[in-house]
């Protein structure tokens, strides 16, 4: 196998000791051709100064304000893989997920990206038995799943992506701030002709919090961002049935959950609808039917 240039690329914003265990994992990666992107977002808490110190071999690209997911577009800019492996700060790889990933992409070139199964940190000794047990039988399993009947989107925490696709699409959607970028990536990778495929012997190990934590963060931008992710994306018809969908599951949700976040989103959304200026592009309604989103996510932070 060639062993082309594989960028990794992650964010972070005040969490130093996760990034710095992340990077102490990718320490241990079995892939001799890597570079590492770190992009801070003016971080306060010593990480910056912990990276330079303790990870020289780090590419670090410091920002003078939080720009959040804009972030990573920084990064992608920067990468000068072949391929871009996609991290959050408290996510890492398996030692063996690189290689794997490269092989996929080189035995099918329509492949555009590669979905890790993302598995909790917390159980990670549990998971890499499961992981180690796998690769007796490697060669018997495709490890990938397929249907005809949905498509998929990836999660952010642990992909792999070829990097002149990335540019095509676009990258990030920036004015998303937080959530829903990948799905937004997806559907126009997606509507390129290219895959996105899970393989479930390609693994990245990701610190899902053992508590609901709740802050308005998540709900608010979860909420607003469902609504520009439709108006980006969806056929004109299925914008007006989603958008009334919407709003009715923001007026109930804030009735049930006794609070007024998602109401404050969806105001947001229509106020600022301006940010979407020349960014609609709808794509198949094959594909808008096939993406399943979940939607309802946005609203279940309160119950």
Known sequence: MDRPLVSIVTICWNRKEDIRESLKNIRKIDYGNLEVIVVDNNSTDGTVEMIKKEYPEVKLIQMYNNIGIEAYNIGFKNASGEYIVILDDDSFPAPDAIGKMVERFQENEKLGLVAFDVRNFYNYDEVKKIAQDALTDQNEKT????SDQYLMAFNGAGAGVRRKLLEEVGYYPEEFFLYWNEQDTAFRIL??????NFFSDIISYHKYSPKNRKSWRAPYYYTRNAFWLIWKNYPLDMVIRLT????YNCFYSSLEQKTFIYIKAMFSAFKNISKLKGKRSPVSRDLAKNLRIPFNVSFSFYR
């Open 244 to 247: 009334i969908e919407l709003i």
């Open 143 to 146: 490890n990938v799943a397929e």
């Open 191 to 196: 509507n390129k002709g290219y895959q996105i």
